[in-house]
């Protein structure tokens, strides 16, 4: 009987036991949706190149603590690859056009610096890049001061070459150093295509400010083929930030290189625009590389683009600049309205234009957006 007894004690005591845990479970499960419910989800999306994974990681930069030295050393190979594709899309694309232009000669390397390009272009070819060296950055250096890869490099929207060029050839000699550790303007020139999903959490008023929105924002793959991993992040969405890259008016994709890349930016964002589960969320456009675009725009007509194509040019300088990047918001404008059914005229839409390098400008576009999603949700709940 005693025995009995005791089990009994045993099995009460294991079941108590049982029941507290799944009560603490419960109630922090009751607590992360009670947070959940406070956290605002925005969605950065558009083509690829637009510049979405440079604002993502101003976010981290300016909301959050950044990145820490590990994270910066882990940029270190992506870095020096982007030096390496950069000189071989040079090289390759200098020959490309000896063969094919009418007046090639300017194209022609001298003949000193054909065998630093075949070594450089192999290197570039590779799947894995060498640590960048400073005999290798010398080399490099001197391949990218040939008139040649300078003239190729002013054709560089036909090539496929990226924004970095400039920033990373400038700075070849810091980058190649034995104790190099990237700065975080160096992670932010850093090319990478983004593939899959990533998130961040932040707060533009700053972490435990009781007046402040949280967010979760989520970058995803822009090329053509990462799309599809879009569509699960579509549901509960508050707001969806499109990058434009409003320089690329004279470029082609990545993907497809008989595609434009304003057109392919002009479908998907009607795509996107058209979406049903998108029907009450609010839309934060950002024009973005307007920093390229002011000095490409006096250079390349905005007409060379297809939807671009009614465009008139009416000063010069920075007159001229204003007038074409007007014009280029007034075609998003009356894609947006032409794209948007009569019952969701009412969701918000707002466009900004921005240099996701500049971090200042992210910094005070980031606090116009939240507070234009304040108000939203002021006025949702009845209290403007």
């Not at 879009?230 to 990058?243: D, N």
């Not at 434009?244 to 625009?273: C, G, H």
């Amino acid at each position: 009987m005693g025995l009995l007894c005791s089990r009994n004690r045993r099995y009460s005591a294991a079941n108590a036991e049982e029941n507290a845990q799944t009560e603490e479970i419960e109630r922090r499960i009751e607590q992360e949706t009670k947070a959940e419910k406070h956290i605002q989800k925005l969605l950065l999306l558009g083509a690829g190149e637009s510049g979405k994974s440079t604002i993502f990681k101003q976010i981290k930069l300016l909301f959050q603590t950044g990145f820490d030295e590990a994270e910066l050393r882990s940029y270190i190979p992506v870095i020096h690859a982007n030096v390496y594709q950069t000189i071989k899309i040079l090289y390759d694309g200098s020959k490309e056009l000896a063969q094919n232009e009418t007046d090639s000669t300017s194209f022609v390397l001298s003949n000193e610096h054909k065998d630093i390009g075949e070594k450089l272009s192999e290197i570039g070819g590779r799947l894995d890049y060498p640590r960048l060296t400073k005999e290798l950055a010398q080399e490099i250096e001197t391949l990218w001061k040939d008139p040649a890869i300078q003239e190729t490099c002013n054709r560089g929207n036909e090539l496929q070459l990226p924004d970095c060029v400039h920033y990373f050839m400038e700075n070849l000699h810091r980058l190649s150093d034995t104790n190099y550790i990237p700065t975080k303007e160096d992670v932010l020139y850093a090319r990478v295509r983004t593939t899959g999903v990533v998130e961040i959490q932040f707060s533009p008023v700053g972490e435990h400010k009781k007046s402040g929105e949280v967010y979760r924002l989520f970058d995803v793959g822009g090329q053509r083929n990462e799309r599809r991993k879009w569509i699960h992040l579509f549901e509960g969405v508050t707001a969806v930030i499109f990058c434009a890259a409003i320089s690329e008016y004279d470029q082609t994709l990545f993907e497809d290189e008989q595609k434009n890349r304003m057109m392919e930016t002009k479908e998907l964002f009607d795509w996107v625009l058209k979406q049903p589960c998108f029907e009450k969320t609010s839309f934060m456009l950002f024009l973005n590389k307007f920093d390229i675009f002011e000095k490409k725009v006096l250079k390349v007509p905005l007409n060379v683009c297809e939807w671009f194509k009614d465009y008139q040019p009416v000063s010069t300088g920075k007159q001229e600049i204003e007038h074409a990047y007007e014009f280029v918001k007034k075609k998003f404008e009356e894609l947006y309205f032409q794209s948007t059914a009569p019952d969701r005229v009412d969701r918000v839409f707002k466009i900004y234009r921005t240099t996701a390098l500049d971090q200042k400008l992210v910094k005070k576009t980031f606090k116009l957006v939240d507070e234009t999603l304040r108000r939203r949700n002021l006025f949702e709940a009845g209290l403007l």
